[in-house]
């Protein structure tokens, strides 16, 4: 996590903070006996009620977890509202070791205290957390999603949040390249989880060139037999020769010192907040000629995946139909930022807001 972001918190104070980014509450959760200590951020629900995953990770302090927090709710508002979707901006996180600390009593903790929000905040899988996590959270509440479809879920959204990654992508090569074609292009991909490693088989299929990286060197490296993909280190991903960079593991990879090394034109990845600072490196890559698919729209498939099973009555080709969508969206995105010469995080913010502004008027009037 970014210090700076951390110091903003501290200097601002939390009530400042939730101010300064538009949040609307703020839960923090405690249960001595099982050890969890976690934080529930609701930011909007102008659309409907917040829908956002629960991640657990290991951070430094409750500061960064706090900051973390904030940002990933608010990206959530603009996930929703830029996919047409009617649903608010949530999100939780978990302090600790997922591989350590999660057990049924843990998890099912935390399904009361989502429960207790009555329905203002809905849950579903993150970073860490697993579609067996949900049913645990769901023998205390209904309000989660991202359970298996033996239950009547959605499974694994996953294989969602890829594909709509990976349109998102052609959408871009085809505003800077004239083509949306990826055959041939050289692509850095940042990350190999559930979502990275689907994305590389859509890549690898259509020719790409792929090179990957990680946190975990076994898992590069099964996936770079599995796919015939190249390994390289985790910090070589920023200076090898690419046609397009895919950040998609953890935040704030984009940033001072990274933006001057990247070789790409493109950056277009499934994590969430890629831009360290959203306003002025979304500029810097401006300057430098680099195309952002803003994160937030382009892997909002997995949010597809769970509003459509948080309306009941699932169909996986209707999720992915919608998915594809997201070709559409980024390319008027990128179109807008274009003719008034402002950044394309900037402009799908601006989309997003009027979204909001909008249906918030039309639920006003009587």
């Not at 207790?116 to 989660?144: F, P, Q, W």
């Not at 359970?147 to 992508?169: F, K, N, R």
Request: net charge neutral; with cysteine; glycine share 10%.
């Amino acid at each position: 996590m970014e210090v700076k972001e951390v110091e903003k918190v501290k200097e601002s104070g939390i009530f400042g903070t939730l101010s300064q980014l538009g949040h609307e509450q703020v839960v923090f959760c405690h249960d001595e006996a099982t050890g969890l200590k976690a934080i529930i951020a609701i930011h909007n629900t102008v659309l409907g009620p917040a829908l956002g995953g629960t991640r657990m990770w290991n951070y430094s302090s409750e500061q960064e977890a706090l900051t973390d927090v904030l940002r990933l709710s608010r990206g959530m508002t603009f996930k929703a509202a830029i996919s047409g979707i009617n649903l608010g901006g949530g999100k939780a996180v978990i302090i600790g070791d997922a591989k350590t600390m999660k057990t049924e009593a843990f998890l099912r903790r935390f399904g009361k205290f989502v429960n207790s929000l009555n329905g203002k905040y809905i849950t579903a899988e993150d970073v860490n957390m697993k579609t067996i996590d949900m049913e645990y959270i769901n023998m205390e509440t209904k309000h989660v999603t991202g359970l298996p479809e033996s239950m009547g879920g959605g499974g694994d959204p996953s294989p969602v949040t890829a594909y709509g990654v990976y349109m998102g992508m052609k959408a871009t090569a085809k505003k800077v390249y004239g083509s949306d074609s990826l055959t041939g292009k050289r692509v850095a991909v940042q990350g190999v989880g559930q979502v990275g490693m689907h994305l590389v088989e859509y890549l690898v299929k259509e020719k790409a060139e792929v090179s990957i990286t990680d946190l975990f060197e076994d898992k590069v490296k099964a996936i770079a037999k599995q796919f015939g993909v190249k390994a390289v280190g985790q910090d070589e991903i920023y200076d090898i020769d690419s046609d397009i960079y895919a950040p998609c593991a953890l935040g704030a990879t984009v940033n001072d010192e990274t933006i001057s090394r990247l070789k790409c034109s493109i950056i277009a990845g499934a994590a969430n907040n890629q831009l360290k600072d959203e306003v002025r490196h979304g500029y810097m890559l401006m300057d430098k000629s680099i195309t952002y698919a803003p994160d937030f729209l382009i892997n909002a498939g997995g949010l597809i995946n769970v509003y459509n099973e948080f309306l009941g009555n699932y169909n996986r080709n209707r999720v992915f139909e919608q998915a594809e969508k997201i070709y559409t969206t980024c390319l008027n995105i990128l179109n807008l930022a274009e003719n008034e010469k402002i950044s394309s995080q900037e402009a799908a913010i601006k989309l997003s807001e009027k979204r909001i502004a909008d249906i918030g008027r039309v639920r006003m009037t009587r």
